[in-house]
C-alpha cells in the first residue's frame, strides 16, 4: 500500500525563489505573506516583494512570527489577515512561518477556534491556497499536511494534520538557507533526519480504502523510497553545513534531504522521537529538533526488535555498514558532530520527570501509534532512562 500527499507543484534548485512571482500570481492577486522578522530584512525577500509587485500582485507583510507559534500569535496573525481579505496566503521562513501560514489559510476559511481542528482529518473542507517558501532545512512543513502549535491550556504542543492544508506550492532555494546560523542548522537538520529514519521505520499497517486513512499512514513503498533518498543526503551534507554555513553544495543536499523526508513522513508520519519531543520541548523549551535529534538513536536502539530490516537499509543509506547496530551509531555520530545534546540530563530533565513526559507522549497517539513496536508506558520509560544517561547499551 502506498499514499502520498503533496503540493500542485514542488520547484527546487538553487534560484527557484525567482518562480515565486509566478507561482503566487496563478493563485490571486491579494497576497498575504507570512514572514520571519530577520527574514523580512533579506534582500532576497525584498527582491521577492518586488517581483509581486511588478506580477500585479498586492502583497501585504506580516512579520509577527512568533517560534513556537503560541496561540495569541496565530490569532494576531488571523486578525491581520481579515483586514486584508487575501486569496493567497504566502508563507516565507522558517517551519514556524511556514506553520502560521497553513493555519491563517484555515482560519480565514473556517471559524475558530483553533482547537476544533486539533488531530486529524478534522478540517471540514478546502482551505485558501498557500504558497510555501522555506528558509531552513529542517521541518518540510512546505510539503506537508501538518502544522503544531503551542497551546497554553496544555502541556504539550499539538498539532492539526488534515490533507487540505498541504501547500498548493512549494518553492525551495538552497541559496535561501546559506545565512542560518549553525545552531539552527543543526536543529532543524537533524530533525529532517528524524523525519526520514521515523518515516521508514514506522508500523506497517493494512489499509481501509473504503474509509477514511490517517494523514499517517505509516511505512509504505512510496515513502520508504523518498525516506532512505532523504538519510542518505543529509548523513553527508549536515554536519558539512554546519562546518561550513557557505557550503553551498552541502546547503543544497540538506535543503533536497529535508524536502524529501517531508514529502515521506507526510504520508508515512513520524514516531517515538516525536511523541517523545512534544513534552521534552513544553519542559524544557528546546529547540523542536534538538529534542527530536537527542532522543533518535534510543528510539532507533528501542525498535530494533520490530524492524531490524529496516535498520540495516538506514545503515547503508548512511554511508555506514548495513546493519543496525552501525545505523544507530552512525545517527549517534551525526548527533555528536552538529553539537546537539545527547542526553536529557544535558538540557534539564531529571529522573522525577520521566513518568509524567512519558504518559503524556503515550497521549500523542497520532505519533505513538505509529511505532513500530507497541508503545507502552514501559517501553518509553525504558527509552527515557536510557536517554537520561546515555546508555544506548540499555535498550540494545
Known amino acids: ?183 539552527v542548522t543543526a536543529a532543524s537538520g537533524i530533525d529532517a533526519l528524524a523525519h526520514a529514519v521515523e518515516s521508514y521505520t514506522a508500523i506497517e499497517r493494512p489499509p481501509s480504502w473504503d474509509a477514511q486513512l490517517p494523514i499517517f499512514v505509516g511505512h509504505n513503498r512510496l515513502s520508504s523510497v523518498l525516506a532512505l533518498e532523504a538519510a542518505h543526503a543529509l548523513g553527508d551534507a549536515l554536519p558539512r553545513a554546519v562546518a561550513d554555513g557557505a557550503d553551498l553544495a552541502a546547503r543544497e543536499q540538506c535543503a533536497y534531504g529535508s524536502l524529501l523526508a517531508g514529502m515521506a513522513f507526510g504520508s508515512g508520519g513520524t514516531h517515538l522521537a516525536h511523541a517523545l519531543q512534544y513534552p521534552i520541548g513544553a519542559l524544557t523549551h528546546t529547540p523542536h529538533g534538538v529534542g527530536t535529534g537527542m532522543m533518535l538513536p534510543y528510539v532507533m536502539a528501542a525498535i530494533r526488535p520490530a524492524c531490524a530490516p529496516r535498520l540495516s537499509a538506514l545503515g547503508a543509506a548512511l554511508g555506514a555498514p548495513a546493519t543496525p547496530d552501525a545505523a544507530i551509531d552512525r545517527v549517534a555520530e551525526i548527533r555528536a558532530a552538529v553539537g546537539i545534546p545527547a542526553t536529557l540530563a544535558e538540557i534539564g530533565i531529571t529522573r522525577d520527570q520521566l513518568p509524567r513526559i512519558a504518559e503524556l507522549a503515550l497521549g500523542v497517539t497520532r505519533l505513538a501509534g505509529n511505532s513500530p513496536r507497541p508503545a507502552t508506558r514501559e517501553l518509553l520509560l525504558a527509552i527515557l532512562e536510557a536517554a537520561l544517561t546515555g546508555d544506548v547499551s540499555a535498550l540494545t
Open 1 to 183: 500500500m502506498s499514499v502520498l500527499r503533496l503540493p500542485d507543484a514542488v520547484q527546487f534548485g538553487r534560484g527557484a525563489r525567482a518562480g515565486i512571482p509566478v507561482a503566487v500570481a496563478r493563485l490571486g492577486r491579494r497576497a498575504f505573506v507570512v514572514a520571519d522578522p530577520v527574514v523580512a530584512g533579506m534582500t532576497e525577500f525584498a527582491a521577492a516583494l518586488d517581483g509581486l509587485k511588478a506580477a500585479g500582485v498586492e502583497a501585504h507583510v506580516f512579520t509577527g512570527v512568533v517560534p513556537e507559534l503560541p496561540l495569541d500569535g496565530i490569532d494576531a496573525a488571523v486578525s491581520a489577515a481579515r483586514d486584508v481579505r487575501p486569496d493567497v496566503v504566502v508563507g516565507f521562513g522558517g517551519g514556524s512561518a511556514l506553520d502560521l501560514a497553513k493555519l491563517v489559510a484555515l482560519l480565514l476559511v473556517h471559524p475558530g477556534p483553533l482547537s476544533a481542528y486539533y488531530g486529524e482529518n478534522a478540517v471540514p473542507g478546502p482551505v485558501l491556497p498557500v504558497v510555501a517558501v522555506p528558509t531552513t532545512a529542517g521541518t518540510g512543513s512546505e510539503v506537508t499536511p501538518v502544522a503544531v502549535v503551542s497551546d497554553p491550556d496544555r502541556e504539550l504542543k499539538v498539532g492539526v494534520s488534515d490533507a487540505a492544508l498541504v501547500p498548493r506550492v512549494a518553492i525551495v532555494d538552497p541559496e535561501l538557507t546559506v545565512g542560518v546560523p549553525p545552531s
